[in-house]
């Protein structure tokens, strides 16, 4: 299956900060994969190498700004994006569009997280 994304990164100012964010309302793991000789912390999101699945990471580097001016990414929300966004705001980030029914391409949601980016969450329930 051909993907129209291959791989994200979602810049951030504060790694420990970020991973603790995403792993919690994503409920997923957050792999370390640092390098230092370029002074730069990187995690990567749980994903299905095996099968060519859509992956992606967080990064602190220089040059790696946080915005909600760019364009939306929209991470997999589960079966029920309500699960992940409730963890948004008790994990320190700010709701922007509540769960918001799109028709028969599901649910969407977006927030604000630790580091100042947009992020958007989509479900089909």
């Known amino acids: 299956m051909k993907h129209a994304i291959n791989w994200f990164e979602i810049p951030v100012k504060n790694y420990e900060r970020a991973k603790q ?15 230092p000789e370029q002074n730069m912390k990187y995690g990567m999101f749980s994903y299905d190498n095996d099968n060519k699945g859509v992956g992606g990471g967080l990064i602190e580097a220089e040059g790696q700004n ?9 991470l997999n929300g ?12 008790p994990s320190g980030g700010k709701i922007i569009m509540p ?8 649910f969407m949601a977006q927030f604000i997280d630790t580091e100042g980016n947009r992020i958007a969450l989509h479900s089909f329930m």
């Not at 994503?26 to 640092?34: A, L, N, V």
């Not at 769960?99 to 599901?106: A, C, L, S, Y």
Request: proline residues 2%; hydrophobic residues 25%.
């Open 21 to 35: 964010f995403y792993s919690t309302v994503m409920d997923s793991e957050i792999t370390d994969h640092h390098m």
């Open 66 to 74: 946080p915005t909600s001016g760019g364009c939306t990414l929209y």
């Open 78 to 89: 589960g079966e029920d994006l309500s699960i992940s966004l409730a963890k948004v705001e």
């Open 99 to 106: 769960k918001t029914d799109i028709g028969e391409n599901g």
